[in-house]
């Protein structure tokens, strides 16, 4: 007993935790932000958060708890803050804490206020530095728009170790990627706005197709290592979890609505298109130029029509009524909708993009157009290309403009030119030859890039740039006259 006291007063007190991945916030609003962070064992955090960037000022102190059922992350809403603040934050263990983090409030509903935020999406680990993130953070953003694909779980990068498939899997891949500095060091710098695509679990994953456990275990570690708020849209009816959407105000000019264009998504039309196991590659081309393209003159029996199913759905019923209220509503003068897939047509191979749910791409373009709803941007990613394009309902039946969309990417996986050069010199030709005919404003098909919006309250106008990972503006490969940016009023 004595030997036993003795040593216990003799025993060394347990090492302080560890922030290997770094910090995060998200999901900010006027008065409250998600903070992110990942210790090295479990531990009691003290949470500080300041408008003085050495936290002697008196600010908000909170705790939380990492715990190895959460792989030791951590996530906390904080609040209340003041609008429109810059805030420092950082987690302490004892005497060790973490790195410092920044991120700024959104301005109060009724404020006029100016903007500067980037997106983009799609990064692979083991493709390149990450570049373009770190070209993005020194724009100096109010906030960053994280557009899917934030991990690749089937990456062939990953090797022998195959796609993810348990929990510890798809989590190891975060941890990879936090290995960059790019990202640690943007994700330090200024919060998020994320949302997951496919490859977080599967590759042009439907949710009412999946997998559940890969589901379940992809969408578990995309929330554990993402700093997402409570979710607010729930919808056990249709889809196999609650939608990832969501909706913010940066004052009273700017709403950004997040699309969750997985979870409630129906199966793809891919089979019904499909001869032999290959699927048609322009369905929706009309007859005259799928000859031309030395096609046949229509697709497989049936195929357009499975295509335009009402009954097959991106959003599910519930999301597609909430976003429907998100824009008739909205008294902002920009809407910008983050949005997974890209809603513009290309024909080509349209089976996971909103091309491929004809039925519900048509109905929100038309709701948009008899609302005579301005300012409606689609800010996108996963094409692995940057276009820059007007939304029609159809580009050659009904060639009314309803919508822009933005498409931008990837940060770090192979482009979509690289990936038609290696298919056939012949599909490059035949993609431009379709970009051409459908009146591409802006075509980029080869680069690792962003896109920029900045908001001018005085002006009343915004400019959205795309840009390479060296932060210069693209210019279109078929004219390099015409630098990829627009703006709106």
Known sequence: MLLALVAGAWALPSAAAGFPQGVASGDVTPTSAVLWTRTDA??????????????????????????AESDFTVKLLVEPLDPGRTYFYRFRDGVSHSETGVFKTAPPRSATAGVRFAFSGDSDAGVNQFEALEAARRE????????????????????????????????EAYKINRQYPALRELLRSTSTYAIWDDHEVRDDFAGLAVDPLLYANGRRAFLEFLPLGPLLLPDPRACPADPLFRFFHWGKDIDIIILDERTCRSPSAQRACSTSGQPDLAP????LFRLTAGQTPAPPPGCLEALSDPARTMLGPFQKLVFKAALLYSRARFKFVINQVAIQQFYGLPYDRWEGYAAERNEILNFIREHRLRNVIFLTADAHANFMNHVYVDRFRDPEPIAYEFVTGPIATRTLGRDLELASPEALVAINAILDLIGMECRHLDAYSYGLVEVDPQASSAAITLKDDQGRPLRSQNNPAVTCAKSFE
């Open 42 to 67: 479990e531990a009691d955090l003290t949470v500080e958060v300041s408008t003085d960037p050495v936290f002697q000022a008196p600010g908000l102190l909170r705790t939380a708890r990492a715990a």
């Open 140 to 171: 100096g953003l109010d906030f960053f728009v994280y557009l899917g694909d934030t991990i690749y779980a089937d990456s062939p990068h990953r090797g022998p170790l195959g796609p993810a498939q348990t929990l510890e899997q798809y989590r």
């Open 284 to 287: 929706a081309l009309p007859a």
